[in-house]
């Protein structure tokens, strides 16, 4: 009955919050685009056959020599902006959701066993977080993709991984410290229950709320991160589509006036970002007792 009650308050907090539905359609807008791109968008741009010179640099559809169907423009390939900011945006995502869940797959399980076990466990594994905690992720991210040239979105994610996986390692030890001595879990371990009941069936489900708030914010860190390395050439490859890659090449061109090319592609990351941040401010201050509601 608590249970539902607790659901049912944040439902009613969620439908009563402006900005955390304002977050929640600007993402998924951004879902469903990426989802429905070869059906939504004019052109595969990546699809060499397609492209020609004739569409170079076009503006967008409004101004002076726009053309259909290119309603945001052209690049200096011919590519559709429209086109290539959604599939760039289905590459963020995808790096942001393949970064999310495998660094916190496993920090989540380091930081499980470390604050059960205790010990030299938390100790060896609590210093290697530390460790990776001291350098900076981009950096070190930098440096593997440096190595690794010729690597693809997965290479991408596992050298964010690398360092990432320690806020959320962090993050579940100290919740199980306090959730470990809790009367329930001191009583299951009295009538008998083992090592793995307690962690899977009661220590896991009541330390896990923490971790969803360092989901929703690293998302959008993750994002940003992978659009910095591509802008610095180091992240996805040029056959791959990628909003960094795009602000990258249309800087070269700002001053030429072809504000297109690094308007559309910066304004529809910071929409991104700005949607998952609406929603995880929202998501932070109903798991986190300690901050006072609004309303």
């Given amino acids: 009955m608590t249970e539902r009650r607790i659901k049912s308050r944040m439902l009613s907090s969620f439908l009563h919050d402006p900005s955390a539905l304002l977050g929640s359609v600007i993402l998924v807008i951004f879902l469903m685009a990426t989802l429905l791109a070869p059906l939504i968008t004019p052109q595969d741009p990546y699809d060499l056959k397609k492209l020609t010179l004739e569409s170079f640099l076009k503006p967008p559809l409004w101004m002076e020599g726009g053309q259909a169907p290119f309603l945001l423009g052209t690049d200096d390939q011919g590519r559709d902006i429209l086109s290539t900011i959604i599939y760039g945006c289905r590459t963020s995502l995808i790096v942001g959701f393949g970064v999310v869940v495998l660094a916190g797959t496993f920090g989540v399980a380091i930081g499980l066993l470390a604050g059960y076990y205790g010990k030299w466990l938390d100790t060896v594994t609590m210093r290697l977080a530390d460790t990776f905690f001291s350098f900076s992720t981009t950096l070190l991210a930098f440096l593997l993709l440096?190595?690794?040239?010729?690597?693809?979105?997965?290479?991408?994610?596992?050298?964010?991984?690398?360092?990432?996986?320690?806020?959320?390692?962090?993050?579940?030890?100290?919740?199980?410290?306090?959730?470990?001595?809790?009367?329930?879990?001191?009583?299951?371990?009295?009538?008998?229950?083992?090592?793995?009941?307690?962690?899977?069936?009661?220590?896991?489900?009541?330390?896990?709320?923490?971790?969803?708030?360092?989901?929703?914010?690293?998302?959008?860190?993750?994002?940003?991160?992978?659009?910095?390395?591509?802008?610095?050439?180091?992240?996805?490859?040029?056959?791959?589509?990628?909003?960094?890659?795009?602000?990258?090449?249309g800087k070269n061109y700002v001053y030429a006036g072809k504000w297109w090319m690094i308007v559309f592609p910066g304004g529809a990351l910071v929409f991104l970002v700005v949607g998952i941040n609406l929603f995880a401010d929202w998501l932070r201050e109903e798991l986190n007792p300690k901050i006072e509601r609004r309303g």
């Avoid at 320690?166 to 009583?187: D, F, I, N, P």
């Avoid at 307690?198 to 940003?224: E, G, Q, S, Y």
């Fill in 146 to 249: 440096g190595i690794f040239k010729h690597g693809g979105i997965l290479v991408v994610i596992l050298a964010i991984c690398i360092a990432d996986w320690v806020r959320y390692a962090r993050t579940m030890r100290g919740s199980v410290l306090q959730v470990k001595e809790e009367a329930y879990v001191m009583a299951a371990k009295a009538t008998g229950a083992g090592d793995l009941r307690l962690l899977l069936r009661h220590i896991l489900p009541n330390a896990i709320p923490p971790i969803f708030v360092i989901v929703a914010v690293d998302l959008a860190v993750v994002i940003m991160l992978e659009a910095t390395l591509s802008f610095l050439g180091v992240g996805v490859p040029v056959t791959e589509p990628s909003l960094g890659m795009m602000i990258a090449i």
